[in-house]
C-alpha cells in the first residue's frame, strides 16, 4: 500500500465517522415529534405525589421515595410522542382542575383518604376507555402515569433492592425455587 493510498482510506475512515455519527444522530431525531411539553417543578411535585397514591410508603419506601415523579417527566417529554406527551400533559392538568372541583382542595393538601378515592374512579374510568377506545385512539393519560409509576418504581435502586427480592450477582441459576405465597418477586 502506497502512502496516498492510506491517506484516502484515513480520510474515508475518517469521513464516515464523521458522517455517520451525523447521519446517526439526525435519525434520532424525528421532528414531527418535536418534543414541546415541558414540566414545571409543580408539575413534578403532583406526579410525585400522584405516584405515591398508586404506591404508598408500607413496609418497603414508596414511589415518591424512588423518585419517580421525575422519571416520568423525564420518560414522558423523552420517550412520547408530541400527541401522546399532549394527552398526558392535557391529563394532568384536568386530574389537578377535577380533583379541585369535587375536593374543594389541591390534590397536594388533600388526605390519602381523598386522593386514593379520587384515583381509584379514575382507574375505573381509564379502564373503560381502554376496553372501548378505538386501535388509533391514544392511551388514557391515567394509564400512562399508571404504567410509568410501576416502571419507575420497579427499576429504581429502591423498588429493586427493597420491594423486590435482589441478588446484584447471583452464583448461579436455579430453575425451580420454593414459592411461598407473600413472597417478594425477584428483580432482575
Known amino acids: 500500500m502506497n502512502r496516498r493510498e492510506a491517506i484516502t482510506r484515513v480520510g474515508l ?3 464516515g465517522t464523521i ?7 439526525q435519525g434520532c431525531k424525528n421532528e414531527e415529534d418535536a418534543k414541546e ?9 403532583y406526579l410525585d405525589e400522584i405516584a405515591d397514591t398508586i404506591l404508598p410508603e408500607t413496609n418497603t419506601p414508596g414511589a415518591k421515595a ?3 415523579g421525575p422519571f416520568m417527566a423525564l420518560m414522558v417529554k423523552d ?4 400527541d401522546d406527551q399532549r394527552v398526558f400533559y392535557t391529563g394532568l392538568n384536568g386530574l389537578k382542575k377535577d380533583f379541585y372541583k369535587k375536593y374543594k382542595t389541591d390534590f397536594l393538601e388533600a388526605s390519602a383518604e381523598q386522593r386514593h378515592e379520587f384515583l381509584v374512579a379514575l382507574d375505573e374510568e381509564q379502564k373503560e376507555y381502554m376496553r372501548n377506545k378505538k386501535p388509533e385512539e391514544p392511551a388514557h393519560y391515567f394509564r400512562m402515569m399508571k404504567e410509568l409509576t410501576l416502571l ?9 433492592t427493597q420491594a423486590l427480592r435482589y441478588v446484584e ?14 413472597d417478594r418477586a425477584w428483580a432482575l
Open 13 to 15: 475512515l475518517l469521513g
Open 19 to 25: 458522517v455517520g455519527m451525523n447521519l446517526f444522530l
Open 37 to 45: 411539553v415541558v414540566f414545571s417543578d409543580d408539575d413534578i411535585r
Open 66 to 68: 424512588a423518585g419517580v
Open 79 to 82: 420517550c412520547y410522542t408530541a
Open 152 to 160: 419507575g418504581y420497579f427499576t429504581s435502586e429502591v423498588g429493586a
Open 169 to 182: 450477582t447471583p452464583g448461579r441459576y436455579d430453575g425451580c425455587i420454593p414459592y411461598t405465597k407473600g
